[in-house]
């Protein structure tokens, strides 16, 4: 139980209790509670949508729960797809481009990705109809969290320390697998086949993302990638399911 309200409390900004202090070697065991950190953060999403919908236009609602994952994340995440976004793109040797990602200012290729990321988010969740809206807000960070952990696993860690160094050597494959087992238990419990799909889409975005990070940093991912992959995730799943709501709809209509 620490060692989820660690997780919880470094992945959000919510006013965990905890008994004693976090190491990071605490930090580094919760890998396998990131998809449950996802949950906690869907759940508090959907309180948010049920109380704003009584009172805002839909499309107003859609803005400000953007706003609020950020807040609830303190932007983490976001923070560090701008990261990757300013060292993975133009041309620079490896050592430099992981430079430019320690580097707190955020650059040209940050400020265009983060609008663009920001922008599609709001467009996929603008696009889901009610009657889906709890399975997206409880999908996008759940898969999310679970892809972060799937990009852990199935990549080397770039950097020679860090936290993320540490999540590789406490983060085991059975731990993925469990969680894997979990996650698609769930997705089928929100969308039945669909939900499936897209827990499978997820995991092969998380691969051709991660594969291509390796392809501009040699030695593997950083802390900043899996932020950034997580982000993806999360606008990848509000627009799949956002754009295919009427197949989602109809598949479970006639299949179930």
């Not at 731990?175 to 827990?199: E, K, N, Q």
Request: proline share 5%.
């Amino acid at each position: 139980m620490f060692t989820f309200l660690a997780a919880l409390q470094f992945m959000t900004t919510l006013p965990v209790p905890l008994k004693r202090v976090v190491e990071a070697d605490d930090l580094a065991r919760g890998g396998r509670y990131f998809p449950l950190v996802g949950l906690v953060i869907g759940l508090i999403l959907t309180i948010i949508y049920a109380l704003l919908i009584l009172f805002l236009p839909a499309s107003l609602v859609a803005l400000l729960l953007v706003l609020a994952l950020l807040a609830l994340t303190g932007a983490l995440h976001f923070d560090g797809f701008l990261d990757s976004c300013d060292g993975l793109f133009g041309y620079h040797p490896t050592a430099r481009r992981l430079e430019i990602m320690r580097d707190s200012r955020v650059g040209t290729f940050g400020v265009a990705g983060g609008f663009g990321l920001l922008a599609l988010k709001y467009a996929g969740l603008s696009l889901v109809p009610p009657f889906l809206m709890l399975p997206a807000l409880f999908l996008a960070p759940f898969l999310g969290r679970w892809a972060l952990l799937g990009a852990v696993m199935l990549f080397p860690y770039g950097r020679e320390s860090g936290l993320g160094l540490l999540y590789k050597r406490y983060t085991h494959r059975a731990d993925f697998i469990l969680a894997s087992v979990f996650v698609a238990g769930l997705s089928y419990a929100f969308l039945r086949l669909p939900g499936l799909l897209l827990a499978l889409s997820v995991l092969l975005l998380t691969w051709l993302v991660g594969r291509w990070i390796m392809t501009k940093l040699p030695a593997g991912l950083t802390g900043d990638n899996y932020g950034a992959i997580a982000e993806l995730t999360e606008m990848f799943v509000w627009l799949v399911i956002g754009a295919g709501a009427g197949w989602i709809t109809g598949f479970n209509f006639f299949n179930f």
